[in-house]
């Protein structure tokens, strides 16, 4: 029983890090099936079918079947519906990291073609997504490269390559790279634009187009990180590739994303890692598996590390509206309202396709103030306590299976088992069966049982421990 | 002598283009999902629009000349989805389907979320009833798609997570129904559109089945045609299904973005992609913003890429040739004109 628990304990875990959380019956298959084997089909979504009928999703939300609207919720419906969780978490990752932001471009349909670029290549070679992410329409107007010609080169693209998405601007104190090979860079990828697209009126948006533009490329010398050549933007990515500095960087933001809130971005420079170990380990296969995400997540996912960093980061909006959804068992199908749920996420700071600069959402603490903890809590409690939900109705009845009477301590306890292995602190564990005891004796056959489930729910998740991974 | 022993080859001629992404009322349609016309040649477009709230009011049907491209009358009006339940107000959509005209002009529009059919009169679009009970039950309909009513006012409607077709009186009185959940004949897996024709024949898309079923009009299986992929005569999703007076079939291939055209018997004539240009409603708002003409002047392949269809949905036909293919993703009908062979001399 104790290595049961132990293990469903684990996969909650892994479900919350690798996914967006599970309930109880689907931890019990995976365990059973294993950590191993269920880590390697989250690795492997090629051969795992998502499970969803997307087909019937398009058809009641009709928009979706062209992405000429509606692709944040899109994504969002995803999210909770994939059985590919691991594919999904990671397209936010990179949507978290190489960041576009749809109050520029300004086209759902060249979004959406970005979003699936992140499908295809998310869990794949980093340089390949480098290469993807330098021809994603969207990133070519989002940063200018659009306007950067031979002979009148425009750095913004060529920055942000280096410094956010790739490199980082330093590490254990020295700089990764110079003002130089910045505007080297830019050269590189001059001629790397899009095609003038059709406009949105009269007839809506048209997917963007990548167009390499020969005769606007800078065929001239150039020297980039100590290498000399004629580059283009492909030669130039094979060089960042090979950096100690991106392995490095990739590292450190598998690591805040999956194990443990690391410091801001910008601090990388100055801050080293708080887990040198593992950050040496994720170094290391990544340059043994010639720059693999999926190899680098398999030894993560296998890391004492992660096996050990239970409810050591702060969820971020998507995570905990997803989760919770996920928890209840809402939104399994397509219904009315979809836009209400992307603009909690909106509420509580973050906004799918809109991240607040090319810098992506701070993370940890920062996704915590007054207005956003409240919304938090509201949301959540708002559906758990729905006992008509029903993920909240199975809590309910595998608690009544404890017996026609449950003890307030037993029920908090199981309740916490069956939200995922939530671990509460002793004195919120005991206030909460105090606040059950009032209420006299559970008896688990009466109708009323199911409205104690539900409010001691609704404290659970208002508690600073719901508010962790 | 000429002699003819083949089948008169058959194409179609572009006509022009009606409408525009037009979220709220007026001269254009958001996302559009049926088309029907009555005795008077007057086009029946209903817009679905979508989910976000900024855009409420935007679902409609809007009555229209297709040559003339004028608005006759408008009506339905969208309703917030947290409004969607019993309480929902009379002639009011959720998720609209369909739109069909009954013998004297009333138009009947499916709601797929309501689980009911809305009745407006011919004048003025005003609400004058509704019904549908919602359920599996023979009479209890689930999720209604397509709508066609025959000569003697039967209303045939697709239910498609009941996976049937049930006839109803106009006033929602059952008749009689068929169907199920299979791929066998006579069984459909989520049907959309529905068309009857000269004969008083039915036509079902069977939608996830990637097929197009006929059925007598007593619902007696009679011949499919059709199966999943994207080339000659096969299908991806289809959505709607047309018959001409000639007996030729039009299938919107939704999911490929194409418009196949078949004979009477089910094999392959062509195929229809699309050539729309810009559009009379279009004009008027492109030509009130320079940028958009410089950047129509500008883009890449504009005549190709703004041509083709894209999400075609719902196709119309009348007995003139004309051939009406109602595009969501792009908000506009595009018409066509078949053209035939005419031999000259004796045959």
Same mark, same amino acid.
């Given at each position: 029983m104790a290595d049961q628990n132990h293990d469903i304990a684990l996969m909650a875990h892994l479900m919350r890090r690798a996914g967006f959380g599970a309930q109880y019956a689907e931890l019990e298959e995976r365990a059973a099936k294993g950590y191993d084997a269920t880590v390697e089909e989250l690795l492997n979504p090629e051969v795992n079918p998502h499970g969803m009928d997307l087909d019937v999703a398009e058809r009641c939300f009709i928009e979706w079947s062209h992405q000429t609207r509606g692709v944040p919720e899109y994504f969002a419906f995803r999210m909770i519906n994939s059985r590919c969780q691991l594919e999904e978490k990671m397209v936010l990752f990179w949507h978290g990291i190489l960041c576009t932001a749809d109050?520029?471009?300004q086209s759902y349909p060249t979004s959406y073609d970005e979003i699936e670029m992140f499908r295809e290549l998310g869990m794949g070679s980093f340089r390949d997504l480098l290469v993807g992410i330098s021809r994603d329409p969207a990133m070519i107007f989002f940063l200018d490269n659009c306007l950067s010609h031979k002979g009148a080169i425009n750095e913004n693209y060529g920055r942000e390559l280096l410094e956010l998405f790739s490199m980082g601007v330093g590490m254990d104190g020295e700089f990764n790279y110079?003002?130089?090979?910045?505007?080297?860079?830019?050269?590189a990828f001059t001629g790397w634009t899009i095609a003038n697209n059709v406009p949105g009126q009269p007839y809506g948006r048209y997917h963007a187009q990548f167009v390499y533009n020969p005769e606007d490329h800078d065929e001239g010398t150039k020297t980039f990180l100590g290498e000399t050549g004629n580059f283009n933007g492909e030669d130039v990515i094979d060089i960042i590739a090979k950096q100690p500095a991106t392995a490095r960087f990739i590292s450190r933001h598998l690591y805040s994303y999956f194990i443990s809130d690391e410091a801001q971005v910008p601090s990388w420079m100055e801050t080293p890692p708080k887990d040198p170990e593992t950050i040496k380990m994720l170094e290391d296969e990544y340059f043994r598996s010639g720059y693999n995400i999926k190899a680098m997540l398999r030894v993560l996912f296998h890391s004492d590390a992660f096996k050990n960093a239970r409810f050591q980061r702060v969820k971020s909006p998507v995570e905990t509206v997803m989760g919770t959804l996920r928890l209840v068992g809402d939104w399994t199908e397509p219904k009315p309202g979809f836009e209400f749920i992307f603009d909690e996420m909106k509420h509580m700071g973050q906004e799918l396709f809109n991240p607040p600069s090319v810098e992506g959402w701070h993370t940890g603490q920062e996704w915590i103030d007054g207005g956003t903890l409240v919304h938090r809590i509201n949301f959540t409690a708002d559906f758990v306590g729905d006992v008509n939900q029903p993920g909240v109705r199975e809590i309910i009845d595998r608690l009544a299976d404890a017996g026609p009477v449950i003890s307030p301590e037993q029920m908090v306890d199981t309740t916490c088992l069956l939200m995922g292995h939530y671990e509460l602190a002793d004195e919120t564990r005991q206030m909460m069966a105090a606040s059950l005891e009032k209420g006299g004796t559970i008896h688990t056959d009466t109708e009323e049982f199911g409205t104690r489930v539900s409010e001691l729910l609704q404290m659970i998740v208002a508690t600073k421990e719901y508010i962790y991974a | 002598m000429v002699t003819q022993t083949e089948i008169a080859p058959v194409t179609f001629q572009y006509s022009h283009v009606i409408g525009r992404q037009e979220v709220r009322s007026g001269n254009g349609f958001f996302n559009p999902v049926a088309i029907?016309?009555?005795?008077?040649?007057?086009?029946?477009?209903? %817009?679905?629009?979508?989910?976000t709230p900024a855009f409420? @009011?935007?679902?409609?049907?809007? &009555?229209?000349? @297709? $040559?003339?491209?004028? &608005?006759?009358?408008?009506?339905?009006?969208k309703i917030p989805p947290e409004d969607a339940d019993d309480t929902t107000p009379n002639g009011s959509f959720m998720w609209p389907t369909s739109v069909a005209l009954d013998s004297q002009g009333y138009a009947y529009v499916s709601d797929e979320w309501l689980n009911r059919v809305s009745i407006y009169d011919q004048e003025h679009g005003n609400w004058?009833?509704?019904?549908?009970? @919602?359920?599996d039950a023979p009479g209890e309909i689930n999720r209604p798609a397509g709508l066609a009513f025959d000569r003697n006012d039967n209303l045939y409607m697709v239910e498609s997570r009941n996976h049937r077709v049930s006839v109803f009186t106009k006033d929602g009185k059952y008749q009689f129904g068929w169907g199920g959940l299979g791929d066998g $004949?006579?069984?459909?897996?989520?049907?959309?559109?529905?068309?009857?024709?000269?004969?008083? $024949? &039915?036509?079902?898309?069977?939608?996830?089945?990637?097929?197009?079923?006929?059925?007598? @009009? $007593?619902?007696t299986f009679l011949m499919k045609f059709g199966e999943s992929g994207d080339g000659e005569g096969q299908f991806n999703r289809p959505t709607g299904v047309a018959v001409d007076k000639d007996g030729h079939i039009f299938v919107t291939d939704y999911k490929n973005d194409r418009v196949q =055209?078949?004979?009477?018997?089910? %094999?392959? =004539?062509?195929?229809?992609? #699309?050539?729309?240009?810009? %559009?009379?409603?279009?004009?008027?708002?492109?030509?009130?913003?320079?940028?958009?003409?410089?950047?129509?002047?500008?883009?890449l392949n504009l005549q190709e890429r703004e041509g083709a269809f894209q999400g075609p949905i719902a &196709?119309? =036909?009348?007995?003139? #040739?004309h051939v009406f293919v109602l595009e969501t993703a792009r908000h506009r009908v595009q018409v066509f004109s078949k053209q035939t062979a005419m031999f000259a001399g004796e045959l």
């Open positions: 109050s520029k471009t110079t003002e130089d090979d910045v505007k080297e860079c830019a050269r | 029907t016309r009555d005795d008077n040649g007057l086009l029946y477009v209903l %817009s679905r629009g979508t989910e409420f @009011p935007c679902k409609r049907v809007t &009555v229209f000349h @297709p $040559d003339e491209e004028e &608005v006759v009358a408008e009506f339905g009006q004058i009833g509704m019904w549908g009970i @919602p359920g $004949d006579g069984q459909f897996n989520l049907p959309w559109g529905i068309e009857i024709d000269h004969n008083g $024949d &039915v036509y079902v898309a069977d939608w996830r089945n990637d097929r197009i079923q006929k059925f007598a @009009p $007593d619902g =055209v078949f004979l009477g018997d089910g %094999s392959y =004539v062509t195929t229809m992609r #699309g050539q729309a240009g810009l %559009s009379k409603w279009g004009a008027e708002r492109v030509y009130l913003d320079p940028t958009i003409v410089q950047a129509r002047n500008r883009a &196709v119309e =036909v009348d007995d003139d #040739g």
